[in-house]
């Protein structure tokens, strides 16, 4: 998995990570119980501080998208992952948004399904 981080961003960069780890746990970039690097080895790469890394892994820990094991570092968690509690409030903002957007229906569900489709595995083989 290619991790995409725009230190430009207004998006702090935790939060960056913390999405594009998601979204390769949902689009099966990333295999329940896979080991991802080291908070050292992710910083190195992405060239950022190792806070900012850590700070990320521990919001997807908190959140139950990862584990850590003192022997097998960290760890993307067993399927299914629980969503948060205030899950559904976010996708109404982020569905409030998109159809202010694109207030066409049809379009609009267009889009939500091309989405959906790029995390359904079975269709991927």
Do not use: C, W
Not at 9 to 22: A, G, M, T
Not at 28 to 44: H, K
Not at 70 to 79: A, D, Q
Request: overall charge negative.
């Amino acid at each position: 998995m290619i991790l995409e981080i725009d230190p430009h961003s207004e998006e702090p960069i935790y939060l960056q990570l913390r999405k594009q780890i998601i979204l390769g746990i949902a689009r099966g970039e990333l295999a329940p119980n896979e080991q991802l690097p080291t908070v050292r080895q992710f910083a190195d790469e992405l060239g950022v501080n190792t806070m900012t890394v850590s700070k990320g892994y521990q919001q997807l820990r908190e959140e139950g998208y990862l584990l850590t094991d003192r022997r097998k570092g960290t760890i993307v968690s067993p399927l299914p992952v629980h969503p948060k509690k205030n899950s559904e409030e976010n996708l109404t903002l982020v569905l409030a948004e998109l159809y202010l957007a694109e207030p066409d229906d049809q379009k609009l569900q267009d889009k939500i399904e091309t989405i959906l489709n790029s995390f359904r595995r079975d269709e991927k083989q």
